[in-house]
């Protein structure tokens, strides 16, 4: 069966130096490269915001980093500032083999609301359209890779399994934030949810 390589967020921006650093981010760079070449597709995820989006902490009266919010969609932690559009930080780290990306996936460019997984925006409803396109090339075994663990990989991987996907994260690819326990609160809801932690 067709596999595909899902590389989460490998970007300036999420890498040690950029704005929402992820401890070991860089790390992971020399081992996803050399794993592309094992997947019949590589499709990179890109965290793509306009500088006025909701989930920026700067964009609230009082608020500051981390803290959780009340969206119209569910709760929401308030982020620095990151993966501007058009800023150095939103780019991709510069030793990834972009080359071998058969496409690149845009996702967080709605200013009103967040996105996590490279399926969803966070209301779990709006489609970023990548379930239509791995359909259409008959990849039905996807694994992930890339930052941060908690967050956009671990929501990622759960929608696929949501959407009939067979999912799997290879943890040693993969840096979390955790973020008042997340990486654990992730790891379990991703086994529950019958997606394969290798």
């Not at 490998?10 to 790390?27: K, N, R, S, W, Y």
């Not at 800023?87 to 510069?94: L, R, S």
């Not at 200013?111 to 239509?132: K, M, Q, R």
């Amino acid at each position: 069966m067709p596999h595909a390589l899902i590389v989460v967020d490998m970007q300036i921006d999420f890498c040690p130096g950029g704005a929402l650093a992820v401890g070991g981010g860089d790390q992971l760079v020399a081992p996803i490269n050399a794993m592309m070449g094992d997947f019949d597709a590589v499709i990179l995820t890109q965290d793509w915001h306009p500088a006025d989006h909701a989930s920026f902490a700067g964009n609230h009266m009082g608020a500051e980093a981390f803290d959780l919010v009340q969206m119209p969609y569910g709760p929401q932690v308030l982020w620095p500032a990151h993966c501007v559009i058009g800023t150095a930080g939103a780019g991709f780290h510069p030793g990834l083999d972009v080359t071998r990306a058969d496409l690149i996936l845009r996702k967080g460019f709605r200013p009103g609301i967040d996105s996590y997984s490279a399926f969803f925006e966070n209301d779990h409803e709006t489609s970023t359209g990548l379930a239509g396109y791995l359909r259409d090339r008959d990849l039905h075994q996807l694994s992930f890779v890339g930052l941060a663990h908690d967050f956009c990989v671990a929501w990622s991987a759960l929608d696929a399994v949501r959407l009939g996907f067979q999912a799997r994260v290879i943890e040693e690819a993969c840096r979390a934030i955790d973020l008042d326990g997340s990486l654990a609160a992730a790891r379990d809801a991703m086994r529950q949810s019958g997606v394969d932690l290798v």
